[in-house]
């Protein structure tokens, strides 16, 4: 029988696009299926579109490019499905979003936009492949049929984590505590464990504290301002090497905050790639990769899960080398290859009543005997692209000069503002 080609796409960059796309794409590509990753600002997008049977559609808002493709995809008998990773799809979120670059009325005003224009993809795709339980449930609220495809890790990030982890000091007398956060929304996220962190330095005068990325701390810190160590966000390839100077990593969510429920076990897992034990709150996904007291700990008292770590060093390496074996297992890319053809399968069977590929993949066909890795690396070219005058063009293009004139003042404004580091306080 003739395979599928399956084009994945997404109308962003950075880490979430290539969680979503670039490693769902070398996923696929370990097992030989026919697939291609793109943008969806490609100039050569409608000619690659032409040609495949299922598009997957990441975090890309509704505009006439969006609309062109779910029509010729479906018009062709193709599945159009929508790949989400956060809760971008429901303007009411708004208001749990702290983020301080919506200061900005501009930028708060272009994101709401956004969460509408996200909306109307999502109702226009055959079905959702979310990154957690939490986002498909609230796909099916809003009537339409989803699966979960978790995001895991890629070849090169273990790669990577497996250099950092054999260059890690092992031999010294402080305990280091770190959080990283990727983007500056985390902050109230960060407030859960303040007290109790604050604490702990007082107590123990051999634990510092590092954090990366845009992260205000709050005050208080100023008594062990020596101590607290800051970095600034840095590309994914040098993330392991800052990681691999934690013995304790945390991941702190606000259960009563959607868009943080929303979130996936990313920290967890990138963590449990170095062999770190990750203390974290206990939303849905956690509570999924993490088998609490062994593999990692749910966070119901910061201040005990903290201090348990801090002074069971023994305990500290049991739980992170647990957690890297569970991890491996489970979220290896050639483990989640299999799974994403069940659920593409699983939504061809509900769409069309019938299966895309007719064998199982657990009966390993021919077609998904393994491919060698380094056929499945994503170049690191491609993982960049797109660049940023051809995201002008598209949204020239397809939303209209008025948007295109407002993000270039969002860019220049954020551009050109001063880059004030928080400092230690």
């Keep these: 029988m003739a395979f599928p080609k399956i084009l994945l796409l997404s109308g962003v960059r950075g880490d979430t696009r290539r969680y979503r796309t670039v490693h769902p794409y070398e996923q696929l590509r370990l097992i030989d299926v026919d697939c291609t990753l793109s943008h969806i600002s490609d100039p050569g997008l409608r000619a690659r579109a032409r040609q495949v049977d299922i598009v ?84 099916r609220a809003l009537g339409k049929p989803a699966w979960v495809h978790r995001n895991a890790f890629s070849l090169e990030m273990l790669d990577r984590s497996e250099i950092a982890y054999r260059q890690r000091c ?70 392991p090497v800052l990681l691999a100077g934690f013995d304790i990593n945390l991941a702190p969510l606000r259960a009563d905050n959607p868009f943080g429920q929303s979130k996936s076990e990313i920290k967890f897992m990138e963590a449990a790639l170095l062999r770190l034990p990750t203390i974290a709150s206990p939303t849905a996904a956690f509570r999924y990769a993490i088998r609490s007291g062994e593999t990692g700990l749910l966070a119901g008292d910061w201040l005990e899960a903290l201090e348990m770590l801090v002074t069971q060093p023994r305990l500290r390496h049991q739980m992170g080398e647990q957690a890297y074996a569970d991890v491996v297992a489970r979220y290896h890319p050639r483990v989640r290859a299999s799974e994403l053809v069940s659920t593409l399968n699983a939504i061809a069977q509900e769409r069309r009543s019938s299966p895309i590929w007719e064998e199982s993949p657990e009966e390993k066909h021919p077609f998904l005997e393994l491919a060698p890795s380094n056929k499945a690396w994503v170049p690191v070219e491609l993982e960049q692209s797109p660049p940023l005058h051809q995201l002008a063009i598209h949204n020239l293009l397809h939303r209209g000069p008025g948007t295109l004139l407002l993000q270039i003042w969002v860019f220049l404004r954020r551009f050109l503002s001063p880059i004030i580091p928080y400092g230690r306080r």
């Design 170 to 239: 092992f031999e010294r007398s402080n305990v280091v505590i770190g959080y990283a956060s990727g983007t500056p929304t985390h902050n109230r996220d960060f407030a859960l464990v303040r007290p109790a962190l604050q604490e702990i330095l007082r107590r123990y005068p051999q634990v510092e504290l590092h954090l990366i990325g845009r992260i205000d701390p709050g005050d208080g810190w100023s008594a062990w301002a020596d101590r607290i160590h800051y970095y600034p966000l840095v590309p994914w390839r040098e993330l």
């Design 56 to 139: 997957l559609l990441h975090r890309s808002p509704w505009d006439s490019q969006v609309k062109w493709l779910v029509e010729t995809t479906r018009q062709r008998g193709g599945l159009v499905i929508q790949d989400t990773d956060d809760l971008i799809f429901d303007p009411a979120v708004f208001q749990f979003i702290d983020s301080p670059d919506f200061a900005d009325p501009v930028r708060a005003a272009l994101y709401q936009e956004d969460l509408r224009r996200n909306r109307a993809t999502l109702d226009a795709c055959d079905a959702v492949i979310a990154a957690t339980d939490y986002l498909a449930d609230r796909a």
